[in-house]
């Protein structure tokens, strides 16, 4: 697993998706903060996140998000368009 950033100075740091970045789910509202990454309930690559997260209902799904490290928070409806893209490998 990697830690690509998606931007560098502003400019696309690599072509698509890095779905073997690390990442993980959380409850969409515990807080963040200092011991923000204890509080993952699982942890795995990107693309195993995504696929995770859909295997959810859609009331589940709704209270959480992805934390992708070295990169950004993905809610609900970032992921439902992730798991929708043609070069989504789940």
């Known amino acids: 697993m990697s830690d690509h950033p998606t931007t560098y100075n502003a400019e696309a740091a690599q072509a698509g ?3 073997d970045d690390r ?3 959380h409850r969409k509202d515990d807080g963040q903060g200092l011991l923000d990454g204890a509080k ?13 997260m859909m295997a959810m209902t859609p009331e589940e ?3 959480h998000v992805i ?3 070295g990169d950004r928070m993905y809610t609900t409806g970032d992921v439902e368009a992730i798991a929708a893209r043609p070069d989504y490998p789940g």
């Open 23 to 25: 990442a993980e789910i």
């Open 67 to 69: 934390q992708k490290l």
């Open 17 to 19: 998706i890095a779905w």
């Open 61 to 63: 799904r709704a209270g």
């Open 40 to 52: 993952g309930l699982y942890d795995g690559t990107f693309a195993e996140m995504v696929k995770l």
